[in-house]
């Protein structure tokens, strides 16, 4: 009889570095959750820069894990490879944390100071992601602690979903429920924390350095699949009349029927991976172009008197990510099944359709948000008055009436007419009531107005310095196009004499943001932040103006010589307020997507695979992420004139991309392979640690 097995104790080194993970994913997804509102309102990017600058930022971050397993596998080992990186991870913390506290520094130079930071960042990220958990599996014996290892990938993924629930809840919080640096929100403070987590994270793990086992730097698995791959290229265009049943087989002569087999068998999971990167495109953008959604939504809970902050609704994710995994075995794959859906591929085919209904109902909900814009007939043209006087002004031709032919002191008229020509002449003829009796000609202005067709121009009813009345066309057409971003549009009509005058526009309760008169002089519309504004004229306040999102607005301000000046706003094409929960059906959908994705793509590229091929394997799916991103900075460099566009093209992209997979796996033939066991005790060891360690390595 064999002598019965002693039962060896769990490591304790594990537990360092568990906690290592935590801290430092606390510190990546508190980052990301905040980074694209920090590019955009405190470094003054567009939307469309700021979302390139973010998915270009996590496309570094899953692009150099592949450099991270070179290194940790080839040279410095997984050991020396966290500790080296982490540092560099750190300094992009601070870094970053200084620039966001650099208010004295001009922009460009904050800007750049941020831009080094997130470099750092990535670099250090990215350096370390293929190496945490497969160090934490070094730590076990195998097969002996098997089920102990299983334990341990438990523990890791759930300090990886406990790291991003809190940090993606607080992050928000810091920068926004506290002020500094003479600003409404708190940037460093958030980037702060962060900061002093990543710092935590290298103390932790620097503590457990005389428990942990390190095995030496000796796996150079990824070098010899590429090179067996670039080989086996080169030898087929130098190759006259190639006689081998597969392209790989001519790298027979420099490579092992093993390295040439598992090669073979990894290229026909990276067909599969070639769907892949247009998932990923879509999944990270909860990160960008969702939370500038919200930046247009509502997110006040008034029963307990508490605001949703728009990125803080990414804390969904983990929160219901973790709902989903305890109910994979027992709720979603049994519910999948009935419908016939068991295999790997057909629940990557499913979840990319979920993919595809969450942009489409964030399509839907960017409509309705933006709502309908004016549409004027290209056969019909639009002209608009507004009265500038503290008396009603009446039109006196019948054939333009609409409605009440009396237009109120400060109000306006909206007016049809159909040119013969592209762009037309029509008189008209006005006259103001006798309490305006004191200007000029007030009883009796003809003048000639311009229409042209498709067009909407407007016209100020006003007095000259010599009080004489007269009907002033406002320099440019009426734009209702509403900008991408989704700010209102205002301009400001005003008369002659207030355009000299102490005019502005203060945003209620921050100080710092301001609009002068003398930004609106040409009286064409500008995008400006929404919210609630004062309309001060010196020192007195006229009136307090209220300006929503995705909303074009007239402000028109005249001159009373008794009152002071006085002002009016009107709104066209106004834009829904929605609250923001009401994104939660498009983030259940790409929840959904995310979970079975991620952990169908893993199970299937790492039982596909040959163990001894894995970390190349690893490297290629982070790789997929990185490219998922880089299609996100492609497609907004095109800049979309609308942002509702760009999510029915990721739609339809998504499908496309749905419709490959569903090519790709009609062919497909499923593959199994058997541990096989040598001489080599660590050889064994990396194996089967291998497995089960990728699991957790894009998390």
């Given amino acids: 009889m064999e002598p019965p097995v002693k039962k060896l104790?769990?490591?304790?080194?594990?537990?360092?570095?568990?906690?290592?993970?935590?801290?430092?994913?606390?510190?990546?997804?508190?980052?990301?959750?905040?980074?694209?509102?920090?590019?955009?309102?405190?470094?003054?990017?567009?939307?469309?820069?700021?979302?390139?600058?973010?998915?270009?930022?996590?496309?570094?971050?899953?692009?150099?894990?592949?450099?991270?397993?070179i290194l940790a596998d080839s040279y410095w080992g997984k050991f020396k490879t966290i500790i080296r990186l982490s540092i560099v991870y750190a300094l992009g913390n601070v870094i970053l944390t200084g620039a966001s506290m650099a208010n004295d520094f001009t922009l460009d130079s904050q800007r750049f100071i941020a831009i080094v930071g997130l470099i750092c960042i990535a670099l250090g990220t990215g350096g370390i992601k293929p190496c945490a958990c497969?160090?934490?599996?070094?730590?076990?014996?195998?097969?002996?602690?098997?089920?102990?290892?299983?334990?341990?990938?438990?523990?890791?993924?759930?300090?990886?979903?406990?790291?991003?629930?809190?940090?993606?809840?607080?992050?928000?919080?810091?920068?926004?429920?506290?002020q500094c640096f003479g600003r409404d929100t708190c940037f460093p403070l958030a980037f702060g924390v962060l900061s002093l987590l990543m710092i935590t994270a290298i103390v932790v793990f620097i503590l457990g350095r005389n428990m942990y086992v390190k095995r030496k730097p000796e796996n150079h698995v990824i070098f010899k699949t590429f090179g067996c791959i670039f080989y086996g290229i080169r030898k087929n265009i130098v190759s006259s009349s190639p006689n081998e049943a597969?392209?790989?087989?001519?790298?027979?002569?420099?490579?092992?029927?093993?390295?040439?087999?598992?090669?073979?068998?990894?290229?026909?999971?990276?067909?599969?991976?070639?769907?892949?990167?247009?998932?990923?495109?879509?999944?990270?953008?909860?990160?960008?172009?969702?939370?500038?959604?919200?930046?247009?939504?509502?997110?006040?809970?008034e029963d307990i008197g508490w605001e949703i902050k728009p990125d803080q609704m990414q804390t969904i994710?983990?929160?219901?990510?973790?709902?989903?995994?305890?109910?994979?075995?027992?709720?979603?794959?049994?519910?999948?099944?009935?419908?016939?859906?068991?295999?790997?591929?057909?629940?990557?085919?499913?979840?990319?359709?979920?993919?595809?209904?969450?942009?489409?109902?964030?399509?839907v909900l960017q409509y309705k948000i933006f709502g309908d814009s004016t549409v004027i007939p290209n056969t019909e043209g639009q002209f608009v008055v507004y009265n500038g006087f503290n008396c009603n002004a009446r039109v006196l031709n019948p054939s333009l009436w609409v409605g009440n032919n009396d237009i109120d002191p400060l109000g306006s008229a909206k007016f049809m007419y159909t040119p013969n020509f592209d762009e037309d002449v029509v008189n008209i003829k006005l006259k103001l009531d006798e309490s305006c009796n004191s200007y000029l000609n007030y009883d009796s202005l003809n003048i000639n107005v311009t229409v042209s067709r498709g067009e909407s121009i407007?016209?100020?009813?006003?007095?000259?310095?010599?009080?004489?009345?007269?009907?002033?066309?406002?320099?440019?057409?009426?734009?209702?196009?509403?900008?991408?971003?989704?700010?209102?549009?205002?301009?400001?009509?005003?008369?002659?004499?207030?355009?000299?005058?102490?005019?502005?526009?203060?945003?209620?309760?921050?100080?710092?943001?301001?609009?002068?008169?003398?930004?609106?002089?040409?009286?064409?519309?500008?995008?400006?932040?929404?919210?609630?504004?004062n309309v001060v004229h010196g020192e007195g306040l006229i009136s307090n103006i209220n300006l929503m999102p995705a909303t074009i607005y007239t402000l028109v301000v005249r001159n009373d010589d008794s009152h002071g000046p006085e002002s009016k706003l009107y709104a066209t094409d106004e834009?829904?307020?929605?609250?923001?929960?009401w994104q939660t059906p498009q983030y259940a959908c790409m929840i959904i997507a995310d979970v079975i994705f991620i952990a169908t793509s893993i199970e299937f590229s790492f039982t596909e695979a040959p163990p001894r091929i894995k970390s190349f394997i690893s490297a290629c799916y982070s790789m997929t992420q990185s490219v998922g991103n880089l299609v996100v900075v492609v497609v907004s460099a095109l800049s979309f004139r609308k942002q509702v566009h760009e999510y029915l093209f990721f739609s339809g992209l998504m499908l496309a991309d749905t419709l490959l997979l569903v090519y790709l796996s009609y062919s497909y033939k499923y593959k199994s392979f058997r541990q096989r066991l040598n001489d080599d005790e660590n050889s064994i060891e990396n194996t089967v640690t291998n497995q089960n360690e990728v699991k957790l390595d894009e998390k």
Avoid at 152 to 178: H, M
Wanted: hydrophobic letters at 45%; a neutral charge; proline letters at 3%.
């Fill in 9 to 69: 104790k769990s490591p304790k080194s594990v537990w360092f570095i568990v906690c290592d993970e935590l801290c430092e994913r606390f510190n990546y997804y508190g980052l990301r959750t905040i980074l694209v509102l920090y590019l955009t309102s405190i470094l003054n990017y567009s939307d469309d820069d700021s979302t390139m600058i973010y998915h270009g930022f996590i496309f570094l971050s899953y692009f150099m894990p592949l450099f991270g397993a």
């Fill in 134 to 178: 497969t160090f934490g599996g070094d730590q076990f014996q195998l097969p002996e602690q098997q089920d102990q290892l299983a334990q341990f990938f438990s523990r890791f993924i759930t300090a990886i979903y406990i790291g991003s629930l809190i940090s993606t809840f607080l992050a928000p919080e810091l920068r926004k429920s506290v």
């Fill in 246 to 301: 597969h392209w790989l087989d001519l790298a027979g002569n420099k490579y092992s029927e093993t390295e040439v087999s598992d090669t073979k068998a990894a290229l026909e999971v990276l067909y599969i991976f070639i769907a892949y990167p247009v998932f990923w495109a879509l999944y990270e953008q909860q990160g960008s172009r969702w939370t500038l959604q919200a930046t247009l939504m509502n997110g006040k809970v």
């Fill in 317 to 363: 994710h983990p929160l219901f990510a973790l709902l989903l995994i305890l109910s994979f075995d027992r709720i979603l794959y049994p519910f999948l099944a009935k419908f016939g859906i068991r295999r790997p591929l057909q629940k990557l085919i499913f979840s990319n359709f979920m993919a595809v209904l969450a942009f489409l109902l964030a399509a």
């Fill in 458 to 533: 407007s016209y100020f009813l006003t007095s000259t310095a010599n009080k004489e009345v007269k009907l002033r066309r406002i320099n440019h057409y009426d734009d209702f196009i509403k900008p991408k971003n989704g700010h209102p549009s205002l301009r400001i009509i005003t008369d002659d004499i207030n355009k000299n005058e102490s005019l502005a526009l203060v945003a209620a309760g921050k100080n710092h943001l301001s609009y002068n008169i003398s930004s609106f002089s040409n009286e064409n519309f500008i995008q400006v932040a929404f919210g609630n504004y």
């Fill in 575 to 581: 834009g829904n307020y929605l609250h923001i929960l």
